[in-house]
């Protein structure tokens, strides 16, 4: 190397100089080389990492991961309620995420919350089913314009059109309760 090839490399900022064990070494960090003539020459760039995205099938495996709203690069954890991404590891990701201390502590809170169900209990009653009954043939008498004095002759038709039924039997909505039912008045 010529002392005109050392100024250059200088100029450039692209050498350093250390000792290395026996000798002075030149090492040279290039991301350009310089040719003899003065142009530039690029050296090849890596190629870009291809992103993963979310697959489906990983539901069947991960109960609690569902497709998340932020981007195809990202999963939703119902247990945790928060979205991570899956774009670098793919399902690599998904596990770790399973394995942090924030899924642990909402799979043991989850283990200790009562289930919903025992606070919700369906009201079957009879009158319950009679009241719906009722409110339902009001809404459709409403919607489509049918006149409330049908409902005097319905509330007759369908005791006869369903004797066995105990719901038939009590139904009792006639002009004036299906006023009161689409009025909204008690």
Known sequence: MNVEEVGLLQ??????????????????FFFKQRKMDGGEEDIPSKKAKRLCKYREKWEK????LKKSRVGHGHAFCTI????????????????????????????EAQK?????????????????????????M???CAKHNISF????????????MFPDSA????????KTKTTQIVKGDD
């Open 61 to 64: 495996e991960f109960n609690f």
């Open 138 to 140: 009001a809404m459709l």
């Open 167 to 174: 719901i038939a039997r009590k139904y009792s909505a006639g």
């Open 11 to 28: 100029e450039s900022n692209f050498f350093a100089n250390c000792m290395c064990g026996y000798s002075d070494v030149l090492l040279f």
């Open 112 to 136: 200790h919350a009562p289930v919903m169900s025992a606070f919700v209990t369906r009201n079957t009653t009879e009158a319950d089913q009679v009241r719906n009954a009722e409110v339902k």
């Open 149 to 160: 004095t049908f409902c005097d002759d319905f509330k007759k038709c369908v005791a006869d």
């Open 80 to 107: 945790c309620s928060c979205d991570f991404s899956v774009s670098h590891g793919g399902r690599t990701d998904v596990t770790q995420h399973k394995r942090s201390a924030k899924h642990k502590r909402g799979l």
